[in-house]
């Protein structure tokens, strides 16, 4: 469902995606086409990849329904020129439906760049196959 999105199969194609158990790891080819005008990464794509990090690591305990991002906080600490990034996320807290997830994005000399923490929820949809959820 994630890989087939329309943002993801015309915009950040090279994205790459493995989940396990209360985590996820996010990777993706870095490209000029994302940068600001200052030649470097533009911060939505440090949101991006932070928060489908967490917001994964949250979604592998959750398999009944859609999960929302209802707040999300990001530090941006280093400019990124070249590469490949890695977001990874991880579960922090979890109850019946307020869920917290951190994440970290290492450039490709894995040195931390930024890092955000986020709050979801469950919503009143259902995953199931019409919409695109296996």
Not at 76 to 82: E, M, Y
Not at 95 to 101: G, M, P, R, Y
Request: charged residues 20%; aromatic residues 12%.
């Amino acid at each position: 469902m994630y890989l087939s999105g329309l943002i993801n199969q015309e915009l950040y194609y090279s994205v790459q995606i493995e989940v396990t158990s209360e985590k996820a790891e996010i990777s993706m080819q870095v490209e000029p086409k994302y940068f600001h005008a200052g030649n470097s990464l533009h911060g939505s794509v440090y949101f991006k990849m932070l928060d489908d990090a967490a917001y994964f690591a949250v979604n592998s305990i959750v398999q009944d329904s859609f999960v929302y991002t209802t707040s999300f906080n990001i530090q941006i600490l280093r400019p990124v020129k070249v590469g490949n990034i890695r977001a990874v996320g991880e579960l922090k807290f979890k109850s019946k439906n307020l869920f917290i997830a951190d994440a970290i994005l290492y450039d490709e000399k894995n040195r931390e760049v930024a890092r955000g923490s986020g709050n979801f929820m469950k919503s009143g949809i259902e995953l199931n196959e019409n919409i695109g959820y296996k």
